[in-house]
């Protein structure tokens, strides 16, 4: 079984341009989560997704970042005008259901970098 | 708002050791604690998940512990070996509905041949 996969594992941007991570959940996970991880800081959630919607975003900037997990294809995490301290470890997890239900863990990819230029 | 900690920050021992990692959380409704390991430039691979109403986890050599009421959890770690080596970071899942992982900055384990 495929692993969490995400997209690209690399991505380099310049100021003010948009970046797109794309994360494809495990199969037969319905439940994403992205989280970020900045240089010399721990892994920070940003947002809760389930197949066509988002579930908790409490932790997603309110401006430029948006998210989506649509029916057919993989989440995607945007971010548009990309600024300096944009530059992180983005990281997708994905589980079957609710891991707060069934206590099982979540199941991360190996992250997309971002840096910006 | 859930706080995680973790000590030491990084951790260098000689192979066949026995260690202790630590960890200490702010608000002690929890749903579980996770511990996960991190290599360099990759994701996160879960070691242990001790639900809210565990003391403890075991797998191979490693033993976690959960102590609510204090806000700890301790990764044990036996005879250890330089494949070891790695970030091991501690997760808890507030309570509340919420999903979301709230994690420490990790505490980065080198295992000496």
């Known amino acids: 079984n495929a692993g969490v996969m995400q997209n690209p594992r690399h991505l380099v941007r310049r100021r003010g341009q948009e970046a797109r991570l794309r994360c494809s959940p495990m199969?037969?996970?319905?439940?994403v989560y992205w989280y970020r991880q900045l240089p010399e800081e721990g892994l920070k959630f940003m947002v809760y997704?389930?197949?066509?919607?988002?579930?908790?975003e409490s932790g997603m900037p309110k401006e430029r970042f948006s998210a989506e997990f649509p029916k057919e294809g993989p989440s995607i995490l945007r971010i548009q005008q990309v600024v300096r301290g944009d530059s992180a470890a983005y990281f997708c997890?994905?589980?079957?259901?609710?891991?707060?239900?069934?206590?099982?863990?979540?199941?991360f990819g190996d992250g997309t970098r971002l840096s910006i230029l | 708002k859930q706080e995680v900690t973790q000590i030491p920050a990084a951790l260098s021992v000689p192979e066949g050791e026995n260690l202790v990692l630590n960890c200490s959380f702010t608000?002690?409704?929890?749903?579980?604690l996770q511990w996960f390991r991190q290599d360099p430039g990759k994701g996160l691979t879960s070691l242990l998940l001790?639900?809210?109403?565990?003391r403890e986890q075991t797998s191979g050599r490693l033993n976690a512990s959960l102590d609510k009421s204090s806000g700890r959890s301790t990764l044990y770690i036996a005879a250890s070996q330089p494949g070891d080596s790695a970030t091991y970071l501690c997760?808890?899942?507030?309570?509340?509905?919420?999903?979301?992982?709230?994690f420490g900055k990790g505490t980065k384990l080198t295992v000496n041949p």
């Open positions: 199969k037969g996970h319905s439940h």
């Open positions: 997890a994905s589980s079957p259901t609710a891991t707060v239900y069934s206590n099982q863990p979540q199941h």
């Open positions: 997704l389930q197949k066509e919607n988002i579930i908790d």
């Open positions: 997760a808890a899942t507030p309570q509340g509905g919420s999903e979301k992982l709230v």
């Open positions: 001790i639900q809210s109403s565990q």
């Open positions: 608000d002690s409704a929890i749903y579980n």
